[in-house]
Each structure stands twice: as structure tokens, then as C-alpha cells.
């Protein structure tokens, strides 16, 4: 079997719903009477100074329906009528809500209406700020990691109960680090804990074995929007999302075809095209931003701040012992975060990796993250980053900052050419945070190349536990517009801060 070229799998993962097999989500099922109604609530993304991105899927083919205002109560209401709901893409839809001003309040509400136009279900309703064209004080939030290690929705300890926790730090918007469900993470109605009680899963038939069709991969994304805290947090909180590895399968990379009897299709290319469908069609990421389908991208969020969204997962060499010269990012994408850093005026530059950089993530005898765990000059796709971490330096690109999640706990990791085999760098940090909802996991082995030092980190001694035994986390990011030092906090589920510094910008 010869593997679809990286282009031609992104290309045809936004295709129509012939080139793969129409498929619609099990729960709910489409509905043929009664009016129109809104499924899995509504989801903000991609905010900008004059507007977001806002999504909702309907039960039934129907028009998606957004109204606007600065006023809570809709008075003078502007009145945005977005695509036609229909089973081509599960009933979801999205559409860019623009020609908003910019650092303001706004309140909108969604509704599906029928296709005659003579009758509406009932609207969701929710609320966000745009983006500033000046400088005010931002906050932003950062985690990944969701549904994994067999922890779902357990309705006995209030569900995923940290979305609570980030919504009342009231964050400008929500970084999501990749890993946003776990296709490959079946779910059990019951979990036996360690002290003896039972953790209760709720379980769709989506998630009761591997993803390998359209239709169970559009219900992994529709598990986590079945939970309330999930719901309330996407009304209110733009996010920016990425991807990684367990959208469609643990540490897969193109062109991979599997050895598994857990798995009927075997060629990776073919789940991975049918999980990047299922990912446009059920996240808040425009889908006319997605060039080539490309996840890659840079938001701007005033004269303070540009976020780099990453994908480190899409382009990147097969995983090998990483002893010869690979990429992670792709030549293209590679080009394109250099020359978007050096074109950038912010103070801050935010680079968001779904994988971390100096961190040993292994995948068997291979290589599954950057670092190969060898002391030495950069090999395997230590080479790429090195290259990009040069160019850095050498157009004096300042205050660039690393955030990313994946290997679930949260950390402070500071990298200095003193330390490191490779010198063509100026110092940085890179902060983790994660997991979500998921198993945790203890502090991964440095490598030496880039010379990190772990400042901070906060991690159980072995692999696993629920998330009751307090190692679930989120990162939170503050910009103050008076002297544009931005502070890092690293928090548990509850909101406390764990760890903070302060940085100056340079």
C-alpha cells in the first residue's frame, strides 16, 4: 500500500462527504419533526479585535442563526445568518462573527431555524470580549490532554470540574495544546480505584472502542461537549486549538500502517484524514483559515502579544532512534514560524508546541517528541529545532516564550546555551502544563542538547491515577499593558497557583 503524500491527506481530510462515507453522530440522532434544535451547545474560537469564529450543531438540517449585541438583553441586535446545518458535516457549523469593535463586550445568541424560516428552537446563549488594538492587560489560559487513560465524564464528582476552575479566572481566551480527545482511549462504565471506590464513566457508543470511522470520530469530539462545566467554558472563552497525536492514534506520524489487532484499518493515512475531517467539523477553527487543512497558524491579540499555533504532528519524518537529520515541523511550516516571528512587532511572541522541546518522550525504541535522549550536537529533529532556534537569534527576535502540554504534568523549564551541546541560542523558557482530564505522569528525562533545567515541577512519582489525586493543571499567562512583563502561573484543578515567575521583556 503506498501512502497518500502529506498535502493530499490534508487536501482530501476536507473533502466531501462521498470521498470517505457520510456518517452522522449516534447521540443525538438527526430528528424529523418538531422545531430545530441546538445539540452540543456553542463553541467560541479564533478571537481577533472584530469578532470570533462562533460554532453549534443542530439535530436536524436547519439554518444556523447568530445574533449580536452589546446590550444583554439583545436590543438593536445585529442579526448573522451562517451555513445550512446538515448531515455533510453531522449538523455542525460555524461562522465568523466580524465588524465588531475591537476590546468590547459582546453578548450573542445561536439558534437553528428551520429551512422554510418559519420556525426556531430554542437559542444558546453566551458572551466574549474581542481582541484589543491597543495595549491593555491580557490573560490567557493553556492546557491539553482530555478524556485520556480511560477518565471520562464521572457525574459523581461534578464531571470535568477544572473548565470550572479556568472559567473563573475569566481568561481572554483558552490555548488548547493538542491531544483534544483520545480516539484510541475506549472507555469503561466503571473504574476500580486504588483506595477500594468506583469511578463512574459516562459512555457513548463512540467511546467504547478506537476510533476508525468518520462517525466514531466525530463522537470522541462529541463526549467532552456532553459536560456542563465543558459548555458553560466554550460559551464564554474564545479558544485557539491544535492537534497532536491522539486525535487520531497514540504517536502516529504519515505514512504509518499498523501492526494492531485493535485496529480493522490499518493505514494511518486513512484514520488520520477521517480524524482531521472530524476535528474541522467539531472545533471553533475556521475552516477558511485552514490552508492545505494546515492547523498552523498566528493570532495576534494586540500590540502585547502573538500566539504561533504549531502543528508538530501532520508534517514530521516517520518516529525513528532520531541519529540522522528529521523534521518535526516541515520545511514549510519551519520557514513560515521564522520569518511570522521576525515580521512580528509584539512584545511578547508566544510559540505553542504541542510537543515539548528538551523533554524525552519515547515511542518504544523510537523517538516520538524532539529530543533523542543523546548528549551531543543536534541529530534527528533536534537538527530542525536547532535551525529554527539559530534564525531566532540571528534576526534578534526578542521574548519568545514555548507553551505545551503532552506529557501530563505541568513544569518550568528554563534552556541556556551555558548549559547546552548546541550554543546558537539565546536563552528561553518553555512552560508545560496538563493533564486536563487524564492520567498524569512523573517528570521525563532531560536532554542535555539545549541545555534545560526543570525549575519547577509538579508530578506524581509513577504513571497513571485518576484525576482525584490532584495532579491535573492549567497554565495561566498575564500581560500587563504598564510595564510588559508578562507572569506565568502554573495552577491544579482547583485554580490555585502552584508556581509563578515574572518576566521582563528584553
Given at each position: 500500500m503506498t501512502a497518500m503524500n502529506r498535502r493530499d491527506l490534508?487536501?482530501?481530510?476536507?473533502?466531501?462527504?462521498?470521498?470517505?462515507?457520510?456518517?452522522?453522530?449516534?447521540?443525538?440522532?438527526?430528528?424529523?419533526?418538531?422545531?430545530?434544535?441546538?445539540?452540543?451547545?456553542?463553541?467560541?474560537?479564533?478571537?481577533?479585535?472584530?469578532?470570533?469564529?462562533?460554532?453549534?450543531?443542530?439535530?436536524?438540517?436547519?439554518?444556523?442563526?447568530?445574533?449580536?449585541?452589546?446590550?444583554?438583553?439583545?436590543?438593536?441586535?445585529?442579526?448573522?445568518?451562517?451555513p445550512v446545518l446538515t448531515p455533510e458535516t453531522d449538523g455542525t457549523g460555524e461562522v465568523l462573527i466580524d465588524h465588531l469593535g475591537p476590546d468590547q463586550e459582546f453578548h450573542y445568541r445561536v439558534f437553528a431555524e428551520d429551512l422554510d424560516g418559519r420556525a426556531a428552537g430554542e437559542p444558546r446563549t453566551g458572551s466574549?470580549?474581542?481582541?484589543?488594538?491597543?495595549?491593555?492587560?491580557?490573560?490567557?489560559?493553556w492546557s491539553g490532554d482530555v478524556v485520556g487513560q480511560g477518565w471520562g465524564i464521572n457525574p459523581d464528582v461534578g464531571g470535568m470540574t477544572i473548565y470550572?476552575?479556568?472559567?473563573?479566572?475569566?481568561?481572554?481566551?483558552?490555548l488548547h495544546s493538542g491531544d483534544t480527545?483520545?480516539?484510541?482511549?475506549?472507555?469503561?462504565?466503571?473504574?476500580?480505584?486504588?483506595?477500594?471506590?468506583?469511578?463512574?464513566?459516562?459512555?457513548?457508543?463512540?467511546?467504547?472502542?478506537?476510533?476508525?470511522?468518520?462517525?466514531?470520530?466525530?463522537g470522541q469530539f462529541a463526549y467532552n461537549l456532553l459536560d456542563a462545566n465543558v459548555r458553560e467554558f466554550t460559551a464564554h472563552v474564545p479558544q485557539l486549538i491544535q492537534w497532536d497525536d491522539h486525535e487520531v492514534l497514540n504517536n502516529w506520524y504519515p505514512g504509518e500502517v499498523l501492526d494492531s489487532a485493535e485496529y480493522r484499518e490499518k493505514r494511518v493515512d486513512v484514520l488520520a484524514q477521517r480524524a482531521f475531517r472530524a476535528f474541522h467539523?467539531?472545533?471553533?477553527?475556521?475552516?477558511?483559515?485552514?490552508?492545505?487543512?494546515?492547523?498552523y497558524r498566528k493570532v495576534s491579540h494586540g500590540p502585547l502579544l502573538d500566539v504561533f499555533v504549531l502543528d508538530m504532528r501532520t508534517y514530521r519524518d516517520p518516529n525513528s532512534p532520531g541519529t540522522r537529520p528529521e523534521e518535526i515541523l516541515g520545511a514549510r511550516q519551519a520557514r513560515w514560524l521564522v520569518d511570522e516571528l521576525a515580521r512580528s512587532r509584539a512584545t511578547w511572541k508566544v510559540i505553542a508546541a504541542d510537543m515539548p522541546i528538551g523533554l524525552v518522550v519515547p515511542d518504544d525504541d523510537a523517538v516520538e517528541a524532539v529530543a533523542n535522549g543523546l548528549p551531543g550536537a543536534p541529530n534527528g529533529r533536534e537538527a530542525e529545532l536547532a535551525r529554527v532556534l539559530?534564525?531566532?537569534?540571528?534576526?534578534?527576535?526578542?521574548?519568545?516564550?514555548?507553551?505545551?502540554?503532552?506529557?501530563?504534568?505541568?513544569?518550568?523549564?528554563?534552556?541556556?546555551?551555558?548549559?547546552?551541546?548546541?550554543?546558537?541560542?539565546?536563552p528561553f523558557w518553555e512552560f508545560v502544563s496538563g493533564p486536563l482530564h487524564a492520567g498524569a505522569g512523573?517528570?521525563?528525562?532531560?536532554?542535555?542538547?539545549?541545555g534545560p533545567e526543570v525549575v519547577f515541577a509538579h508530578a506524581p512519582a509513577a504513571q497513571g491515577g485518576s484525576p482525584l489525586d490532584g495532579f491535573q493543571h492549567f497554565g495561566e499567562v498575564n500581560v500587563a499593558a504598564d510595564t510588559g512583563r508578562l507572569t506565568v502561573d502554573l495552577r491544579d484543578a482547583a485554580g490555585t497557583s502552584l508556581w509563578s515567575t515574572a518576566l521582563d521583556p528584553r
Open positions: 490534508l487536501r482530501s481530510a476536507l473533502a466531501g462527504a462521498g470521498a470517505i462515507g457520510a456518517g452522522l453522530l449516534g447521540a443525538p440522532a438527526f430528528a424529523r419533526s418538531g422545531r430545530p434544535e441546538l445539540t452540543h451547545g456553542v463553541q467560541l474560537g479564533d478571537p481577533r479585535p472584530d469578532g470570533a469564529v462562533v460554532w453549534t450543531r443542530a439535530d436536524r438540517p436547519a439554518r444556523m442563526v447568530v445574533e449580536v449585541s452589546r446590550d444583554r438583553g439583545f436590543r438593536d441586535a445585529r442579526r448573522v445568518l451562517g466574549f470580549r474581542t481582541a484589543p488594538r491597543h495595549a491593555r492587560d491580557v490573560r490567557f489560559l470550572a476552575a479556568m472559567a473563573r479566572r475569566k481568561p481572554d481566551f483558552f480527545v483520545y480516539a484510541d482511549g475506549p472507555l469503561q462504565e466503571t473504574v476500580r480505584l486504588a483506595d477500594g471506590s468506583t469511578w463512574r464513566n459516562v459512555v457513548t457508543p463512540e467511546k467504547s472502542k478506537v476510533a476508525e470511522t468518520l462517525a466514531e470520530y466525530r467539523e467539531w472545533q471553533p477553527v475556521r475552516r477558511v483559515d485552514a490552508v492545505d487543512g494546515r492547523v539559530q534564525e531566532i537569534r540571528r534576526r534578534g527576535v526578542r521574548n519568545v516564550v514555548w507553551l505545551t502540554a503532552d506529557v501530563h504534568y505541568t513544569a518550568a523549564n528554563h534552556y541556556s546555551p551555558e548549559r547546552a551541546a548546541f550554543t546558537g541560542f539565546d512523573p517528570v521525563s528525562e532531560l536532554d542535555p542538547t539545549f
